[in-house]
Nanobody, 115 residues
Framework: QVQLVESGGGLVQPGGSLRLSCEIS????????MGWYRQAPGKRRELVAT???????DYSDSVNGRFTISVHDTKNSFYLQMDSLKPEDTAVYYC?????????WGQGTQVTVTS
């Protein structure tokens, strides 16, 4: 079983920054895709950012230019740097990884941007 653990969530002021981490229980080389998604209260889960083994990245329009996804292969981890946070960014953030047959999800971490 593949386990993903998010960390780094919390409360932050508008305009502030947070860095989320996703630690994977297996080598990150097993997965072709890594991503971050979020779900706000009353909203659908949405893509935030994804990256692939080939280095392709994709960001939602709402976070493009403010968030950055990055990968640290030797730590089997990847990250979401969130800058210029807005109240609309408040959500539970989930990391996931994909191999060619499955998608695996973390348990989520709460990000709250106050007022």
């Amino acid at each position: 079983q593949v386990q993903l653990v998010e960390s780094g969530g919390g409360l932050v002021q508008p305009g502030g920054s947070l860095r989320l981490s996703c630690e994977i229980s297996r080598s990150i080389a097993n997965f072709y895709g890594m991503g971050w998604y979020r779900q706000a209260p009353g909203k659908r889960r949405e893509l935030v950012a994804t990256t692939t083994r080939t280095g392709h990245t994709d960001y939602s329009d709402s976070v493009n230019g403010r968030f950055t996804i990055s990968v640290h292969d030797t730590k089997n981890s990847f990250y979401l740097q969130m800058d210029s946070l807005k109240p609309e960014d408040t959500a539970v953030y989930y990391c996931n990884v994909r191999d060619f047959g499955n998608t695996y999800w973390g348990q989520g971490t709460q990000v709250t941007v106050t007022s």
